[in-house]
């Protein structure tokens, strides 16, 4: 081979030789090393500069990058469309292409994998490993070309030209070499980590698998296996767990390319290795990782028919930072007060749950950086979801500074200086630079996450597809009512929950980060300059008066209350009747006035009767017969006046309008008052927008609640007809890996009878703690609260308050939304905790206590519409407090006092 050849075997390639890029370098590293690496060879980075210069593209390139706009994703995308389209449309010189062709012919009958290997892919701090395009399968020579133009122009895609910005890499110095490789054919392929990518242990390898080639893992397609390996001495593995993967599809060799087969249930189930292959591929890692000086590898790897291991590519693993945890996992339920409050079935705590970590935990985490987080977010203890306070604890160092943690997020910890005590999490640092990265990979990764762009993009996302979606779900489920199979139902529930993915990719933004954020930050800019008492009576006003699906559904069910008290025969029926018959007695009556009530009721019914009183899908939603709930608030409100809503809203307006001026007024009298105030209207006007973002996706959320009811329900029925349950409710009370199981029959008539047994114990469990509320922490099987300072002879309590107001008044202790009827006017209504089902009766009481929740939970939001005063996370109210007692409560510092008992 000549001084000037552009190419090189991977077998002869000089790991030093910065022509071939580290990829290939790192691969003949290994080659050297005799491990098992596919042939192929390597286009070196100066057949990249003569390309160029041949098709005069470097000052083309030179000039497009001048006028980008770094600031502006659209110049970057129009940039890097530009150079990609001049690149992928120009030629080869015919000198590269006949050398080319020399090294391919080898290759010529297999399918071979074009892919990228930069001077600057990993860099010592970053890696940005993945940005550089790789094609698999190809099979003919103009494949291959066009596949190493392909490579070319990925080098200038909207995330390449992002990293080199802000790694400040000069674009003559970056230069990229291609790799052209055989093929393997793989019955499993994925990754491994010598050191654990998520808490950064050494002691431990993380191997991710699945059957077929790794792409369906490199592309995000498939939820691989999960094997965790630990490192012993004398070089002997353990392997720790093995979690199988819901992998559902496996890339496979196509005539052309790759394409993705879905994998039979069957084999989903199976893992995509057997224990001797785990073991090996560590030791293989743990070899790799020695000849690369001991520094942790991710590594790309498949097996093939004959059980060979190859090595696709290795590099190393950057931003590795050490850990530092107690042991154990601390499990709160605080967080889960204001956005998970209800009891909690098996099903639907692995519906919800699985979606929440795997959206919003782990791959929000990984789009942000934050490599460190733990990627167990929740437990199901005593019928109620728990959250892992490490991976809490972590948010707020990264995401709220420290003089924006309130009483209300505090909350989540418990009381004290411990590790997890409100004090240590008051105190904890804010990692000011790791939240401007993860803001910038936000950029780059995922832009609908940014502040701007959250709200639009998710009512964009209800109006042109999930509207339409369950449309056409309510269509296929009818369907297979009439004439499906057990099978259509399970794979209909998997559908589902894959549409309501875009749900969660965009709620994890606008909850968590643009929600809280916002409003933490109003009510921090109130306090500094105007004081702490004038931030607790303002910013309760400041943020009501909002408009979004929670006021809409209960304005609609006031306008239906409204028509019942101008018909006297309705509000006869009404006060007369049961709840749990008056849908039957509309749908036969033949008076005019209640005919065209039941149509009016049917329209609501179509609108907002995916509503329910919880999120648990174990319980009936509005639209389901005999609409009990639904009629025991009509029915509460008929009984006694409400307040006119049309009035109270515009009032609430006035006062808010009046508020906000007196703010304006004295912001402005402050120094550089004009520019506090325009920085304060624009987080105002955010905070807004995402408490109704908020309401809003709630309102999605009740909708694909209701489906899954409908789903899991049907096949529930079939397995009463297949005589594996009695009721067709028990279906809430198993997972859904149990539910597919007993639909494939995996089971043996002992299995089934074992299931059965667990099942009435979680029925058991779930119904003990319907409305009693667990602990409210949990280290290992030590069970914990804060230190209540008061009990039932105390006359002062303290809460949070969460809408300003005093009130003097008899209360009304609820356990059940089955006496929702029993309020009366003008009464406290004291709770465990609300949901938008509870809500259409504020409208009626005099003021609000619940034992959960905080300033941003659904009682609080609706009693700062109704202006009525509100005081939440008094432990124990529904204990301590009996209905009749007259008590005061003050929403502006959040007390509640005892007063004389009524007689």
């Keep these: 081979m000549t001084e000037k050849s552009l190419t090189v075997e991977l077998t002869k390639v000089d790991p030093k030789n910065r022509e071939v890029g580290s990829k290939a370098a790192n691969l003949g590293k290994l080659i050297q090393s005799n491990f098992n690496v596919p042939n192929g060879f390597v286009i070196k980075n100066n057949a990249y500069n003569i390309f160029l210069k041949n098709n005069n593209i470097t000052e083309f390139i030179h000039k497009s990058l001048e006028s980008i706009d770094y600031n502006n994703l659209e110049s970057i995308e129009h940039i890097s469309k530009s150079i990609s389209n001049l690149i992928e449309n120009s030629s080869f010189p015919s000198g590269i292409i006949d050398e080319v062709r020399l090294k391919y012919q080898p290759y010529s009958t297999f399918g071979v994998a074009v892919r990228s290997s930069a001077t600057a892919e990993d860099l010592p701090t970053a890696s940005?490993?993945?940005?550089?395009?790789?094609?698999?399968?190809?099979?003919?020579?103009?494949?291959?070309?066009?596949?190493?133009?392909?490579?070319?122009?990925?080098?200038?895609?909207?995330?390449?030209?992002?990293?080199?910005?802000?790694?400040?890499?000069?674009?003559?110095?970056?230069?990229?070499?291609?790799?052209?490789?055989?093929?393997?054919?793989?019955?499993?392929?994925?990754?491994?980590?010598?050191?654990?990518?998520?808490?950064?242990?050494?002691?431990?390898?993380?191997?991710?698998?699945?059957?077929?080639?790794?792409?369906?893992?490199?592309?995000?397609?498939?939820?691989?296996?999960?094997?965790?390996?630990?490192?012993?001495?004398?070089?002997?593995m353990n392997i720790l767990s093995k979690q199988i993967g819901n992998k559902n599809l496996a890339a496979q060799p196509a005539d052309r390319g790759i394409e993705y087969v879905e994998i039979s249930d069957e084999l989903n189930e199976q893992p995509s290795l057997i224990n001797k292959e785990i073991v090996k591929l560590a030791e293989v890692g743990l070899q790799i990782e020695k000849k690369f000086n001991k520094i942790p590898q991710d590594i790309e790897w498949a097996i093939d028919h004959n059980n060979d291991i190859y090595i696709l590519q290795t590099r190393p693993v950057t931003a590795i930072k050490p850990e530092s945890r107690p042991s154990g996992i601390l499990w709160s339920r605080g967080y889960s007060d204001d956005y998970w409050n209800d009891n909690v079935t098996p099903l639907y705590f692995e519906l919800l749950g699985d979606l929440i970590t795997k959206v919003v935990n782990i791959e929000l985490n990984s789009i942000m950086g934050y490599s460190e987080m733990d990627t167990q977010l929740l437990k199901l203890y005593k019928a109620h979801a728990y959250f892992n306070l490490d991976v809490i604890k972590r948010k707020i160092e990264n995401e709220i500074p420290t003089f924006m943690r309130n009483e209300d997020v505090l909350n989540y910890f418990p009381e004290g200086s411990g590790p997890y005590g409100k004090t240590t999490m008051k105190a904890l640092p804010f990692h000011l630079i790791k939240r401007i990265v993860a803001e910038l990979r936000i950029m780059v990764y995922d832009p609908n996450g940014s502040m701007s762009k959250t709200a639009e993009e998710y009512e964009s996302w209800n109006q042109e597809i999930f509207d339409q979606y369950c449309n056409e779900f309510d269509k296929k489920l009818q369907k297979f009512i009439e004439s499906g199979e057990l099978m259509d139902f399970i794979r209909l529930a998997e559908e589902l929950d894959k549409t309501m993915i875009a749900h969660f990719r965009l709620i994890r933004y606008g909850i968590p980060v643009h929600n809280i954020g916002m409003n933490l930050l109003v009510q921090y800019l109130l306090n500094r300059f105007l004081s702490k008492e004038e931030c607790s009576r303002f910013y309760p006003i400041l943020v009501s008066g909002l408009k979004h699906k929670l006021t809409e559904t209960n304005d609609r069910i006031h306008y239906l209350a409204s028509l019942i008290n101008k018909s006297p025969e309705l509000k006869s029926l009404f006060i007369k009747q049961e709840s749990k018959s008056i849908y039957k007695i509309l749908s036969e009556e033949t008076n005019l006035s209640i005919k065209n009530f039941h149509t009016e009721f049917e329209r609501f019914l179509t609108d907002y009767g995916d509503r329910g009183f919880t999120r648990e899908i174990f319980y009936p939603r509005w639209r389901e017969p005999p609409m009990t709930n639904v009629f025991d608030i009509l029915k509460s409100l008929v009984i006694d006046q409400w307040q006119e809503l049309d009035s109270l809203k515009s009032k609430n307006l006035k006062k808010r309008d009046l508020v906000e001026k007196f703010v304006e007024t004295k912001i402005r009298s402050k120094r550089f008052g004009s520019l506090i105030w325009k920085f304060f209207s624009i987080i105002l006007k955010n905070s807004r927008k995402y408490i109704k973002f908020r309401e809003d996706q709630r309102f999605n959320l009740d909708r694909w609640i209701t489906r899954n009811r409908q789903l899991y329900l049907e096949i529930g029925r079939k397995f009463v007809e297949k005589g594996i349950l009695t009721v067709h409710n028990m279906i809430f009370f198993l997972y859904k890996k149990e539910i597919k199981n007993l639909a494939l029959n995996r089971y043996n008539k002992q299995e089934i009878e074992n299931i059965l047994s667990v099942v009435m114990k979680r029925y058991t469990e779930f119904k003990k703690y319907e409305n009693k509320t667990p602990p409210k922490f949990l280290l290992g099987s030590r069970e914990f609260d804060d230190i209540l300072k008061y009990n039932k002879k105390s006359k002062l309590f303290q809460g949070i308050p969460a809408s300003q107001g005093i009130i003097k008044a008899p209360i009304r202790v609820i356990h059940d939304i089955d006496l929702i009827s029993t309020v009366r006017l003008g009464e406290i209504l004291v709770v465990s905790r609300t949901d938008p089902g509870w809500t259409p009766v504020f409208s009626k009481i005099g003021g609000l206590i619940t034992e959960m929740g905080g300033i941003l939970s659904h009682g609080a939001v609706v009693s700062r519409e109704y202006g009525i005063p509100a005081v939440t996370n008094v432990r124990n109210a529904c204990e301590i407090f009996k209905t009749g007692q007259i008590i005061e409560i003050d929403g502006f510092n959040g007390t509640v006092r005892t007063q004389k008992n009524k007689e």
């Design 128 to 236: 940005f490993a993945g940005q550089y395009d790789t094609y698999l399968n190809l099979k003919d020579f103009n494949q291959v070309i066009h596949g190493i133009k392909k490579c070319y122009a990925s080098l200038w895609s909207n995330r390449a030209i992002i990293y080199q910005y802000k790694n400040k890499i000069p674009y003559d110095k970056l230069k990229i070499a291609v790799i052209v490789q055989r093929m393997v054919p793989a019955k499993s392929a994925g990754v491994l980590f010598t050191i654990n990518p998520i808490t950064s242990n050494r002691k431990e390898i993380l191997i991710e698998s699945n059957f077929g080639l790794g792409e369906s893992i490199v592309s995000g397609k498939s939820s691989p296996d999960q094997f965790l390996i630990e490192r012993l001495k004398k070089k002997s």
